[in-house]
């Protein structure tokens, strides 16, 4: 080789190396937003973010809204399940996931390929809200448009949250902003505020509940395939296998509260809880804000898990455990592991979906029961929070659905989504 060659060829190398070194890294940062674009049209100016995890983070308090009026309106007992009905009051959606009350007089419907839909008057309207099949992964069944949530000022900022698998099949947590008629949203309108790789196209999780705290709650499978084989619902280093907990409203993406339980180190500042497998739905109660978490079981049980008020850093103990029973190993021994209030087995169904406590005012009978069901079998059960440590358990109605998820107006009252596409209410039966 020359020598002019040879010169040629090191300047070329020192260009390529400096710019790797200056490169951003591919991997989302665990403290840092990636994205940092501001919702259009936007009503409400949104602050910047301030470094996560720093004093200066904007937080919110967290007061548990418990009162003894709240305690003492449920009932004692669960009713029989004879006295009330699913009636149907909408159909022809395509695998819908979530229905969800906005506060503005419409409900919206998410369907897994991508879309959501207005219910007006019970039927979906021919435009739908949102279309983003284009950027919506659903290679895997339980990939695809998983959850959604409307900003506690929803009727005057106009801003919502989805959870969604992309075309990689990672997990996206995205801020959208509707038109001032909330019939339609713009697509361009996303800005990303959170990105996960998942390693299995199953275990996605896929909630997003903003909970009495004010922060924005987001339900992470442990990353799929079978047993956790990297036993990640049990390390702080990743976000799967976790329940997080971030600050998103007045934020330019997102901030995490002070009280989360890796703020100071440890693992990552966004974990809320760990230990869980797939939370397929968990929901807060309206009257006292405390959490339900359905969490689907590997092979013999299903579970309900329970969190009286906002308790930063619970372990629900998957992997170690499955329900109540040992799963894998041994926990350490100054290891604090939370059971489920509940468990059923696989001789009673397959996969849970949660659902919610029932605090509407046409059916006081059931003031105070939360109500989950079964995927595979129809089967929807009511719990209902007795003396500790008792739970009454009682199955309530056996459907002929596949039970995608159920959903729970600003009102109270309960709604049932079967994934093979029609939408029911629950009523006073018709005798």
């Not at 956790?228 to 296998?241: I, K, M, S």
């Not at 041994?330 to 059971?339: E, I, K, S, W």
């Amino acid at each position: 080789m020359n020598k002019t060659l040879k010169i040629f060829v090191f300047i070329f190398l020192t260009l390529i190396l400096t710019a790797c070194q200056n490169a951003e890294p591919t991997q989302i940062p665990p403290t840092v937003p990636a994205v940092t674009l501001q919702p259009t049209d936007s009503p409400m100016p949104i602050s910047p973010v301030e470094e996560i995890g720093s004093t200066e983070t904007p937080v919110m308090e967290v007061e548990p809204t418990v009162t003894e009026e709240n305690i003492s309106s449920n009932v004692t007992q669960i009713p029989d399940g004879s006295l009330f009905e699913w009636v149907e009051i909408a159909s022809g959606f395509n695998k819908p996931l979530d229905l969800e009350d906005a506060g503005n007089g419409l409900f919206y419907i998410v369907e897994q390929g991508g879309l959501i839909h207005v219910l007006l008057n019970g039927e979906k309207t021919q435009e739908p809200f949102l279309d983003i099949q284009d950027r919506v992964g659903t290679q895997a069944n339980e990939q695809g448009l998983l959850g959604l949530t409307f900003d506690k000022n929803y009727t005057q900022n106009r801003i919502f949250y989805l959870d969604y698998t992309d075309k990689r099949g990672d997990t996206v947590i995205a801020r959208y902003q509707a038109a001032e008629d909330g019939l339609t949203a713009d697509p361009n309108s996303e800005q990303i505020l959170l990105q996960i790789d998942q390693p299995y196209g199953n275990h996605n999780g896929g909630n997003v509940v903003f909970g009495p705290d004010g922060f924005l709650y987001i339900g992470m499978g442990d990353g799929g395939s079978g047993g956790d084989p990297e036993d990640r619902a049990q390390n702080t280093d990743t976000l799967l296998g976790k329940l997080l907990r971030i600050a998103v409203s007045d934020q330019e993406t997102y901030a995490v509260p002070a009280d989360n339980p890796y703020v100071n180190g440890g693992g990552r500042s966004e974990i809320f809880a760990i230990g869980l497998r797939n939370p397929w739905r968990f929901s807060f109660d309206q009257n006292n804000g405390d959490l339900y978490i359905a969490d689907v079981g590997q092979g013999e049980w299903e579970e309900i898990s329970y969190m009286a008020g906002i308790v930063p850093g619970v372990n629900y103990g998957w992997d170690y455990r499955e329900g109540f029973q040992t799963y894998e190993d041994q926990p350490p021994a100054d290891l604090v592991l939370t059971d489920p209030v509940l468990e059923y087995g696989h001789d009673m169904g397959c996969s849970v979906t949660g659902g919610y406590v029932y605090r509407g005012s046409e059916l006081p009978d059931l003031n105070g029961v939360y109500m989950f069901g079964d995927y595979c079998t129809g089967k929807v059960w009511g719990t209902l929070k007795l003396d500790q440590p008792e739970w009454d358990f009682v199955e309530l109605f056996s459907t002929n659905e596949n039970i995608s998820a159920f959903g729970q107006d600003q009102s109270g009252e309960m709604y049932l989504i079967a994934h093979g596409g029609r939408i029911y209410k629950l009523q006073a039966a018709d005798k």
